[in-house]
């Protein structure tokens, strides 16, 4: 897939900036917030106003979601933080979040503050072959 935008196929906006590579979206959000309903509106924005990379797909997908902190770790759910991230995402990267199949959600720590979002369609499903075996 060619790179869309500028530097390096990044496409930015406010805080949000995604790219489109190999076969994943990558999404960063600058900041943290202990708000979790903050994420929606500005992703939303983002991908109504400027995104022009590839539309929703049908199929199962692999979302892994990092939240990186400096110094000690927010008091955030991440659960709460992933539901509003797989809302904002919803219509862009898939059309329903019930076709995330793998979902990763993580806080790590980091040398700056931000949300990473890495989407990838799934191509195989690993634990169904386990299970058949």
């Known amino acids: 897939m060619p790179p869309l935008g500028e530097s390096g196929g990044w496409i930015h906006h406010g805080k949000v900036r995604a790219r489109e590579a190999d076969g994943e979206l990558t999404l960063v959000v600058d ?3 202990t708000q979790a ?7 939303y924005e983002f991908f109504r106003k400027v995104w022009r990379g590839a539309r929703p797909a049908w ?5 892994e979601i990092g939240m990186e902190f400096v110094g000690e770790p927010p008091w955030m759910d991440l659960d709460n933080l992933a539901k509003a991230l797989l809302d904002a995402i919803k219509g862009y990267a898939f059309h329903d979040d019930a ?10 720590p980091a040398e700056r503050e931000r949300i990473v979002i890495v989407v990838r369609r799934l191509e195989s499903r690993f634990l169904r072959a386990t299970l058949e075996d």
Request: cysteine-free; proline content about 4%.
């Open 37 to 43: 309903k903050y994420y929606k509106p500005l992703i």
């Open 59 to 63: 199929g199962e997908f692999s979302v």
């Open 31 to 33: 900041g943290l917030t």
């Open 99 to 108: 076709q995330v199949a793998r979902l990763l959600v993580e806080r790590r």
